[in-house]
């Protein structure tokens, strides 16, 4: 199959591209290089067909879509502190952005598997958290997000074929620290032999997903027969960012302690996914686990 990626030079993007070049598909990747670079993608850029193109130029997207089977869409402004100083920008982007991609896959009858996320609940009463819980997102990102979920609902309405991923928080190699990338941070620190910056008290836990994991989950999402919803993407397995920051500092070997700052705006305090949902729906279990992974890194 011929797939387009936007946001395909970005963290989870290029991981994307990698893994359905190696499953034997096309890739044609759209990215405007806002928040990543050319070079993210230089070990592929001979295999991929690349496109330096802002989705908010709808009239250059068409004809580059035009002939593929699927659109993996995962372009956005990430940055939840960013989304406080520029709001208006961030729903330019995610929001206008996604609309441009669900009207061109309506038009040309093609499915949408799309980058939603865990930031669409905010402060849940429940843990683990399922898919009908209550959206109430705490930060203009999220809000962006649940945005795009209304849209995704409206397409899905008039006929479109739409799955919306809501990922928990991917880690990966690749990973820029802004955004949800603390253990990127926690590497760093801990590679200028300083002690991990926690904001807040470190005993918010949060649900770790492998970005391997997340592509694989991507493909079966798009292959399935499944035509329109939202799905958790996580492990279900929350851990603190204390005992986080401990596995770094046992791993790595070092003799550093954690040192807690103050927590971050709109930051919630519990995230762990339900994903029982992603089992029966797609078949899909997360495999990578998260302090092999550190192990693996070191
Ligand atoms: N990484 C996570 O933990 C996580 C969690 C939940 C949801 N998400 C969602 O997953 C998707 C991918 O996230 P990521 O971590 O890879 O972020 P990223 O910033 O690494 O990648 C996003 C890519 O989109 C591109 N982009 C931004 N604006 C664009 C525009 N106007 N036109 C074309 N390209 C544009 C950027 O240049 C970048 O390459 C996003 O939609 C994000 O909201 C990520």
């Known amino acids: 199959m011929r797939y387009v990626i ?11 591209a990698d893994y359905l070049l190696k499953n034997n598909h096309d890739v044609v990747v759209i990215d405007n290089l806002y928040n990543s670079s050319i070079e993210n993608i230089s070990n592929i850029i001979d ?17 580059i879509i035009k002939n593929s089977d699927g659109i993996f869409h995962q372009a956005a402004l990430v940055d939840v502190q960013d989304s406080y100083k520029q709001t208006k920008k961030f729903f330019d982007v995610n929001v206008l952005g996604t609309k441009n991609i669900l009207e061109l896959s309506q038009e040309l009858g093609l499915k949408t598997v799309f980058a939603s996320s865990a930031s669409v609940y905010g402060e849940t009463k429940e843990i683990p958290i399922l898919e009908n819980s209550e959206r109430l997102p705490l930060n203009p990102y999220g809000q962006t997000k649940l945005e795009d979920e209304y849209l995704a609902e409206k ?9 919306g991923l809501r990922y928990f928080n991917i880690y ?40 391997g994991d997340v592509a694989h989950a991507n493909l079966l999402a798009m292959e399935s027969k499944i035509k329109s919803g939202f799905i958790n993407i996580g492990t279900g397995k929350p851990v603190t960012i204390l005992e986080l ?8 070997g070092l003799n550093l302690k954690p040192s807690f700052f ?14 029982e949902l992603a089992k029966t729906l797609l078949n899909w279990i997360p495999t990578t ?7 693996s890194q070191i």
């Open 6 to 16: 936007t946001g395909g030079a970005g963290f989870v993007g290029r991981h994307l």
């Open 47 to 63: 295999q991929i067909d690349f496109h330096k193109i802002d989705i908010l130029e709808k009239e250059k997207l068409k004809p």
């Open 155 to 163: 397409f899905s309405k008039d006929g479109s074929s739409i799955i």
């Open 172 to 211: 990966g190699k690749g990973q820029s620290d802004s955004y949800a990338g603390v253990i990127t941070k926690f590497f760093k620190n801990a590679l200028e032999n300083k002690n991990l910056r926690i904001n807040g008290d470190g005993l918010q836990t949060r649900d770790f997903v492998y970005v």
């Open 245 to 252: 920051a401990n596995i770094i500092i046992e791993k790595f």
């Open 262 to 275: 103050k927590p971050l705006d709109g930051d919630i305090k519990d995230s762990q996914a339900n994903i």
């Open 289 to 295: 686990e998260l302090e092999a992974w550190i192990k």
